[in-house]
């Protein structure tokens, strides 16, 4: 379930016509106590609204009540369009301190991408305050480690160990291994003992992939993704 926070003046402002946030965590609690798993996407966070410190922790500790499985983290695209047009006027009318600094951030970009300087310090913020709660920042493996094939088990790990590097803004080899096993045509299983042949896997990779291999996760993917 979708929210850009759970700060009730903010999302009437942004967020009209639907539910009021403490109306979907509701709902969130009354899924996760009949069973099902659920996470939050938190997303879009808003720049300079829903992205500070404050707002950033209340909403994940709403989360954290709700017994939330995952929260993934998005920022905010403003692409030409309506929608960028009804944005901007939205922000005109309750915060016109901020229209300069959405110029700051919000340059020229295909996709209406906000700038790696801003993003970066967004997603550290977000990455500290959820190793406090220890929640996954990724749909954790025991939700999808048994509905999806070992080769996809393997790059999904890898694509999240690559966010989660990212995240904390280190270099990630992660990314390209992934993308050389998707091009496989034969079960990883297969080559067990040559993995090594695959470009991009080196010592730390192969040991964690004969560990996804066995167990169906990683123990240092599961730290990573937990903030243990």
């Not at 500070?52 to 009540?65: G, N, V």
């Not at 966010?163 to 050389?180: D, N, Q």
């Not at 964690?208 to 937990?226: A, D, V």
Request: with cysteine; proline share 5%.
């Amino acid at each position: 379930m979708s929210f850009s926070s759970t700060n009730t003046i903010i999302s009437k402002i942004f967020e009209p016509g639907v539910p009021l946030p403490q109306e979907r965590l509701e709902t969130l609690a009354f899924f996760k106590d009949e069973g099902f798993h659920c996470g939050m996407f938190l997303m879009p966070v808003i720049p300079f609204i829903t992205d500070t410190k404050e707002i950033l922790h209340d909403t994940i500790q709403d989360a954290k009540k709700t017994g939330v499985d995952f929260i993934i983290c998005g920022g905010m695209t403003l692409k030409d369009g309506k929608q960028k047009d009804y944005f901007l006027n939205c922000l005109q009318k309750h915060y016109p301190e901020l229209f300069l600094e959405y110029k700051m951030i919000y340059k020229e970009s295909t996709w209406g991408e906000t700038t790696t300087e801003y993003t970066t310090q967004l997603y550290q913020t977000f990455h500290t305050l959820m190793n406090l709660y220890k929640i996954p920042k990724r749909i954790p493996p025991e939700l999808f480690k048994d509905i999806v094939t070992e080769n996809d088990r393997v790059i999904i790990i890898l694509e999240h160990l690559d966010y989660l590097y990212k995240m904390e803004g280190k270099k990630s080899p992660f990314g390209f291994t992934a993308y050389s096993i998707s091009q496989l045509h034969v079960p990883l299983s297969s080559m067990r003992y040559q993995l090594r042949q695959i470009k991009g896997v080196g010592a730390t990779t192969e040991k964690i992939i004969q560990e996804i291999l066995s167990t169906g996760s990683s123990k240092y993917y599961e730290r990573l993704l937990k903030g243990d």
